[in-house]
């Protein structure tokens, strides 16, 4: 091995310099018993990400224009209220937000089914709090979603 293998498997990180040497992990969500591709599978990061974005952006301006009398710092501050209720409210019901609806994520249980209210409230809290979210497993679950035995996947 030269120094070049050693600095990209450094900067790979560990998992792809155990693939590199034949250990095999699996598909994102084959431990959950999920599809690989297609719907039911576990939903990509990208999506996930443009889905957060969507719904900030709506609690934004909905806390601007009502609620924070045209001062950005106090509009932030409803604006992670807003965001909370929002998730509470819409992945309690239909289980989507706004964004994950319009780029095609729902978010169901480890088994499949809906989310309880409690466990639809840990994970927006959790989600609130930012920190649990971007602590992820080998199925790029965020803790936030572990803690409340849910999965987003694509429909």
């Known amino acids: 091995m030269d120094n070049r293998?050693?600095?990209g498997s450094w900067l790979s990180g560990p998992r792809a310099a155990?693939?590199?040497m034949g250990v095999e992990f699996g598909y994102r969500g084959e431990g959950l018993g999920l599809p690989e591709k297609g719907p039911g599978s576990v939903a990509p990061l990208g999506r996930r990400f443009g889905a957060i974005f969507i719904d900030w952006a709506l609690c934004m301006l909905i806390a601007y224009a009502f609620l924070a009398d045209g001062e950005p710092q106090r509009a932030g501050n409803w604006a992670?209220?807003?965001?909370?209720l929002l998730s509470l409210l819409t992945v309690g019901t239909v289980g989507c937000t706004p964004g994950k609806r319009l780029l095609g994520l729902r978010v169901v249980g480890e088994d499949g089914g809906r989310l309880s209210l409690p466990r639809v409230l840990l994970?927006?809290?959790?989600?609130?709090?930012?920190?649990?979210a971007v602590i992820w497993d080998r199925d790029t679950r965020g803790l936030h979603d572990r803690?409340?035995?849910?999965?987003?996947?694509?429909?």
């Open 5 to 7: 293998q050693a600095i």
């Open 18 to 20: 155990a693939e590199e």
């Open 80 to 84: 992670v209220l807003i965001f909370v």
């Open 123 to 132: 994970r927006s809290v959790l989600l609130a709090i930012v920190i649990p």
């Open 147 to 155: 803690l409340a035995r849910a999965v987003q996947v694509r429909i």
